[in-house]
């Protein structure tokens, strides 16, 4: 009975007694830059379970303690298996002396002769060792302070299926992935050409994410590409999941709601830019590569326009434009023209606009915020939705919106047609950031047009031409080549596009190293 | 230091030439030479352009710096100091008063409900805006701004032309060449607010030798454009108004944009193009508002702080709110013939005759 009591003590004292252990060691950042130390890696990475210390010996004219460092789930075992381990431990196991395998000789005898992996190089950093094991590639340690990091980086991805955001009629239907080497063998695939660079980095203090620069050495401008190098060097973040931490860290005003830096999940639209001489970046993880610099009238530019022929291109251009001008000022011109500019109208319509509005309680302003508020929430409500859902929402949406609002006289049967229109024209615009910069812009705009009228809309226009003319991307006037004007790119790649035949030189919308070849020439 | 490129001097001048002229001037030449008012229009504003050769010659000489500074080297630094209290205050007085104007316009023609101070404050923001963006950002504002306007001009003439009465345009030159000469005056002193501006923003312009020659070609066609385009406004105007009603409009133009119909859809459209004229107007209080800055920084030596752009707004929008009333507009006419025109016309002739004659004596 004692005993039981003294037991039953025991663990009443220990549940309450707070364990105390030691926390695992972080990496400092001495670490990174410090001689490979196995210990130390060791004592760094063995808290976890997924990494895998894979310890033995060569018998050589020396014994050398070796280890093979991974972490599962992130290799090839095929090749840890058939190139590492079983040349190592079996192929070659009894020739070891002959060779005359030391401490001293190892690694460059591995290197040259006895591992067939075809990435292998020679470690000394232990930032090197600690990278090369957390990115999935295999570090084999032999003894204390020498290793060799071997390329086994391997997998489950999603491949390279059709991107979902930026569909095409006409073109190739491949689209990024996850894993940055198949996005750049993708890029490199299109542009078979030693002057396409690849450079590699690190950003995450904690992620310790890989991004990729890539860019065409003979076309990028240096200013730029040494700006970009400039401003990734300052990012100081734990970690980056997504470009879009990258985008908000380097554009050049973070404050403004137009995007300075665009995207796309598109191999092609990723060479097609590196060909107008810019620079895109990879970051692993994320189907998205963000490109820089860039100026407004690219976001109203797709792949296809460049694959369709050059009369259909125009039209599909003006119609893109005219969207932009209809979602941003088709609400605020109604509500100026009914609230301040009647004259403007011709009779019937003044009379059929004032027939419908007779018996809405709320004045044209109201009315219109109300109804651009409750198509916001539509929007959001529906992107998020599993796709069916998606669409008994709309469908919902439309009916109340549409038809029970009109017959209940809370708005006008032609304030439902303009935000109708409105929200079409805003899915006419291809950029989805630009898209929902315009929706933030036409608020104010409305407000103004219902306090102001035309000069209201003129203010509000004014400053936001203001606003547009301060951006810039990588120091490039956002509104080029309209401001400052470039009148061959202007005619060739803006609100037009010159047939193939007659782009004889590159157009000119941003600086680059060779703006007078390009084109078919 | 900010520059500006050759394309956008030349904008930029057409611009601050242009200014607002559109809108009194067609008033003001009839007023002096009845229906041969038009005649009066394009020798006027080619009047300054000896001006203009004078400045560009000096910035030769003196690359980088603007009037203010070159007088300063040439007619001594107490005297540049004199001449720069008067180009700020003339610059602010103009700049303010035509803010009024502004004001005024909008409330008289297309929003009569809403108070002065509601243009001048809304207008003043834009101008602030535009002015802290710097002469950059200027620049490529009038590259947008302008052919809109330019545009819009345009196609109120071409929609008043079925309203033409040919019989107008007759009898031509039936009170002799006399009050031509007089007109001519009247629009030189619009233009000579433009070789003000020019003194100012020399120090902008590209330095280089090549640039030289571009920069007075550039000037006559922005003179020449301005001209032909203020002389068509004048006689659309005498050809739909007849005029005896031209020289009673205020607003000439606005009433032109007042009778367009487009296929009887869409009428009454001045409201609309006072929008895209708001543009112009924007640049050239802007352009003011930059002067005002560049004289002060030459003469007190002021730096590029944001305190200084809100003190000189609320200068502008003080004197601009107290300028309302039916005669600050002649004021402005007044300030324009008396004030801008003398001085602008005596500066520059005398920095540059003491340039050429210290030249001349070191050659000789």
Same mark, same amino acid.
């Given at each position: 009975? #004692?005993?039981?009591?003294?037991?039953?003590?025991?663990?009443t004292?220990?549940?309450h007694v707070k364990?105390?252990?030691?926390?695992?060691?972080?990496?400092?950042?001495?670490?990174w830059?410090?001689?490979?130390s196995?210990?130390?890696i060791?004592?760094?990475?063995?808290a976890?379970?997924d %990494?895998?210390f894979?310890?033995f010996?060569?018998k050589g004219?020396q014994?050398?303690?070796?280890s093979?460092?991974?972490?599962d789930?992130?290799?090839?075992k095929?090749i840890?298996?058939?190139f590492?381990?079983k040349?190592?431990?079996?192929d070659?196991?009894?020739?070891?002396e002959k060779?005359d395998?030391?401490?001293?000789?190892?690694?460059?005898?591995?290197l040259s002769?006895l591992?067939p992996a075809n990435e292998i190089?020679?470690?000394?950093k232990?930032g090197?060792?600690?990278?090369?094991?957390?990115?999935?590639?295999?570090?084999?340690?032999l003894g204390e302070? $020498?290793?060799?990091?071997?390329? #086994?980086?391997g997998w489950?991805n999603r491949?390279v299926a059709?991107?979902?955001?930026?569909?095409?009629v006409?073109?190739?239907?491949?689209g990024?992935?996850?894993?940055?080497?198949?996005?750049?063998?993708? +890029?490199?695939?299109?542009?078979?050409?030693?002057?396409?660079?690849?450079?590699?980095?690190k950003?995450?203090e904690?992620?310790?994410t890989?991004i990729?620069v890539?860019?065409?050495?003979?076309?990028?401008?240096?200013?730029?590409?040494?700006?970009l190098?400039d401003r990734l060097?300052?990012?100081?973040i734990?970690g980056?999941?997504?470009s879009?931490?990258l985008?908000?860290?380097i554009?050049?005003?973070?404050y403004s709601p137009f995007p300075?830096?665009?995207?796309?999940?598109?191999p092609?639209?990723?060479?097609?830019n590196?060909?107008e001489?810019k620079?895109?970046?990879l970051?692993?993880?994320?189907p998205?590569?963000l490109?820089?610099?860039?100026v407004?009238?690219?976001f109203?530019q797709v792949?296809?326009?460049?694959?369709?022929r050059?009369?259909?291109?125009?039209?599909?251009?003006?119609?893109?434009?005219a969207?932009?001008f209809l979602?941003?000022?088709a609400?605020?011109i109604? +509500?100026?023209?009914?609230?301040?500019?009647?004259?403007m109208?011709?009779t019937?319509?003044?009379?059929s606009?004032?027939?419908?509005?007779?018996?809405?309680?709320v004045p044209?302003?109201?009315e219109a915020?109300?109804m651009v508020?409750?198509l916001? %929430?539509?929007?959001e409500?529906?992107?998020?939705l599993?796709?069916?859902m /998606?669409?008994t929402i709309g469908?919902v949406?439309?009916?109340? +919106?549409?038809?029970?609002?009109?017959?209940?006289?809370?708005v $006008?049967?032609i304030?439902?047609?303009?935000v109708g229109?409105?929200?079409?024209?805003?899915?006419?615009?291809?950029?989805y950031?630009v898209?929902?910069?315009i929706?933030?812009v036409?608020?104010?705009?409305?407000i103004?047009?219902?306090?102001?009228?035309f000069?209201?809309i003129?203010?509000g226009?004014y400053a936001?031409?203001i606003?547009?003319?301060?951006?810039r991307?990588?120091g490039?006037p956002?509104?080029?080549?309209?401001?400052?004007l470039?009148?061959?790119?202007?005619l060739q790649?803006?609100?037009?596009?010159?047939?193939?035949?007659?782009?004889k030189?590159?157009p000119?919308?941003?600086e680059?190293?060779?703006?007078?070849?390009g084109?078919?020439s | 230091?900010e520059? %500006?490129?050759?394309h956008?001097?030349m904008?930029?001048s057409a611009?601050?030439?242009l200014g607002?002229?559109?809108?009194?001037?067609?008033?003001?030449?009839t007023?002096e030479?009845?229906?041969?008012?038009?005649?009066?229009?394009?020798?006027?504003f080619?009047?300054?352009?000896?001006?203009a050769?004078?400045?560009?010659?000096?910035?030769k000489?003196?690359?980088?710096?603007?009037?203010?500074?070159?007088?300063d080297n040439?007619?001594?630094?107490?005297?540049?100091?004199? +001449? /720069?209290l008067v180009?700020?205050s003339?610059?602010t007085?103009?700049?303010?008063?035509?803010?009024?104007l502004?004001?005024?316009?909008f409330?008289r023609?297309?929003m009569p409900?809403i108070?002065?101070?509601?243009?001048?404050?809304?207008?003043?923001i834009?101008?602030v805006m535009?002015?802290?963006?710097?002469?950059?950002?200027y620049?490529?504002f009038t590259e947008?701004?302008f052919?809109?306007?330019f545009?819009?001009?345009?196609l109120t003439?071409?929609?008043?032309?079925p309203?033409?009465e040919?019989?107008?345009?007759y009898?031509?030159l039936?009170n002799g060449i006399?009050?031509?000469?007089?007109?001519?005056l009247?629009v030189t002193?619009?233009g000579m607010?433009y070789?003000?501006?020019? #003194?100012?923003?020399?120090?902008?312009?590209p330095?280089?030798?090549?640039?030289q020659?571009?920069?007075?070609?550039?000037?006559?066609?922005a003179l020449i454009?301005v001209?032909?385009?203020n002389t068509?406004?004048?006689?659309?105007?005498?050809?739909?108004?007849?005029?005896d009603e031209?020289?009673?409009?205020?607003?000439?133009?606005?009433?032109l944009?007042?009778?367009?119909?487009?296929g009887?859809?869409? $009428?009454?459209?001045?409201s609309?193009f006072?929008?895209?004229?708001m543009g112009a107007m924007?640049?050239r209080i802007?352009?003011?508002?930059?002067?005002?800055?560049w004289?002060?920084?030459?003469?007190?030596?002021?730096?590029?702080?944001?305190?200084?752009y809100?003190?000189?707004?609320?200068?502008?929008?003080?004197? *601009?709110?107290l300028a309302?009333?039916p005669k600050f507009?002649r004021?402005?006419d007044? %300030?324009a013939?008396y004030?801008?025109?003398p001085?602008a016309?005596?500066?520059?002739?005398?920095v540059w *005759?003491?340039?050429?004659?210290?030249?001349?004596?070191?050659q000789?």
């Open positions: 009975m #004692a005993s039981w009591l003294k037991m039953l003590k025991d663990l004292v220990r549940s364990e105390v252990r030691t926390p695992p060691p972080m990496p400092s950042d001495e670490d830059v410090k001689p490979l196995y210990l130390r060791k004592e760094l990475l063995s976890s379970t %990494i895998v894979r310890e010996i060569l004219k014994d050398i303690q070796c093979l460092a991974v972490v789930g992130l290799i090839d095929q840890i298996d058939q590492i381990l040349p190592l431990m079996v070659f196991a009894g020739e070891l060779m395998l030391t401490q001293k000789t190892a690694p460059d005898l591995i002769r591992a190089k020679k470690i000394d232990l090197d060792a600690l990278d090369g094991i957390l990115s999935g590639d295999a570090v084999l340690f302070e $020498s290793a060799l990091l071997i390329g #086994a980086r489950v491949g059709e991107p979902q955001t930026e569909s095409s006409r073109g190739p239907r491949e990024l992935s996850e894993t940055l080497r198949i996005n750049t063998s993708l +890029i490199r695939r299109k542009i078979k050409h030693p002057s396409l660079r690849i450079k590699s980095l950003v995450g904690l992620t310790r890989d990729v890539t860019y065409i050495e003979s076309l990028a401008s240096e200013d730029v590409l040494n700006e190098y060097s300052r990012i100081k734990d980056v999941l997504e879009g931490y985008e908000e860290l554009e050049d005003m973070p300075q830096v665009t995207y796309t999940e598109r092609d639209v990723v060479a097609a590196l060909l001489g620079i895109a970046i970051v692993d993880g994320t998205i590569a490109i820089v610099p860039v407004f009238a690219e109203m792949s296809e326009d460049y694959f369709e050059a009369m259909i291109v125009i039209l599909v251009r003006f119609v893109r434009f969207g932009v979602a941003l000022l609400p605020s109604y +509500i100026a023209v009914t609230n301040f500019h009647h004259e109208l011709p019937d319509l003044a009379l606009i004032a027939a419908g509005r007779e018996n809405v309680p044209a302003l109201l915020l109300i508020f409750a916001e %929430i539509l929007q409500a529906g992107l998020r599993p796709r069916p /998606g669409q469908i949406g439309a009916l109340i +919106i549409g038809d029970a609002a009109v017959k209940a006289n809370l $006008s049967p304030m439902v047609i303009i229109l409105t929200a079409v024209a805003t899915y006419a615009m291809p950029s950031d898209a929902i910069a929706r933030l036409r608020v104010p705009l409305m103004l047009a219902g306090s102001l009228g000069f209201g003129g203010v226009l936001l031409l606003h547009l003319l301060c951006l991307s990588f490039t956002y509104l080029s080549p309209i401001a400052p470039r009148i061959r790119a202007l790649d803006t609100f037009v596009r010159a047939p193939w035949w007659a782009l030189r590159r000119h919308l941003i680059t190293k060779e703006p007078k070849t084109g078919n | 230091m520059r %500006i490129s050759v956008q001097f904008i930029v611009s601050m030439a607002i002229t559109f809108f009194p001037i067609a008033q003001t030449v007023k030479a009845g229906r041969d008012g038009w005649w009066c229009v394009l020798p006027g080619l009047a300054v352009l000896p001006f050769l004078m400045i560009l010659s000096l910035f000489r003196f690359p980088g710096k603007n009037l203010i500074e070159i007088s040439i007619i001594g630094k107490w005297s540049a100091k004199g +001449i /720069g180009y700020i003339v610059s007085l103009f700049g303010s008063h035509l803010l009024a502004v004001g005024d316009t409330k023609t297309v409900l108070p002065d101070m509601v243009f001048i404050g809304s207008m003043l834009l101008v535009l002015v802290w963006a710097g002469i950059e950002v620049g490529r947008i701004v052919p809109i306007v545009l819009s001009l345009i003439m071409l929609f008043s032309i309203r033409f040919w019989d107008q345009f009898p031509v039936a006399k009050p031509l000469a007089f007109g001519v009247k002193s619009y607010q070789i003000l501006f020019l #003194a100012g923003v020399l120090s902008f312009l330095r280089e030798q090549e640039n020659k571009r920069f007075k070609t550039e000037i006559q066609r454009l001209g032909m385009l068509l406004v004048v006689l659309i105007q005498i050809m739909v108004f007849g005029p031209t020289k009673r409009l205020n607003f000439g133009l606005l009433t944009g007042r009778m367009i119909e487009i009887e859809t869409i $009428s009454g459209i001045e609309l006072m929008m895209f004229w924007i640049i802007s352009g003011l508002f930059f002067m005002v800055l004289g002060l920084r030459s003469v007190f030596g002021i730096k590029d702080e944001l305190k200084w809100l003190i000189l707004a609320g200068v502008f929008y003080l004197v *601009g709110s309302s009333g507009a004021t402005l007044l %300030i013939l004030v801008n025109l001085f016309s005596l500066w520059v002739l005398t *005759g003491i340039a050429y004659w210290k030249q001349k004596g070191v000789g």
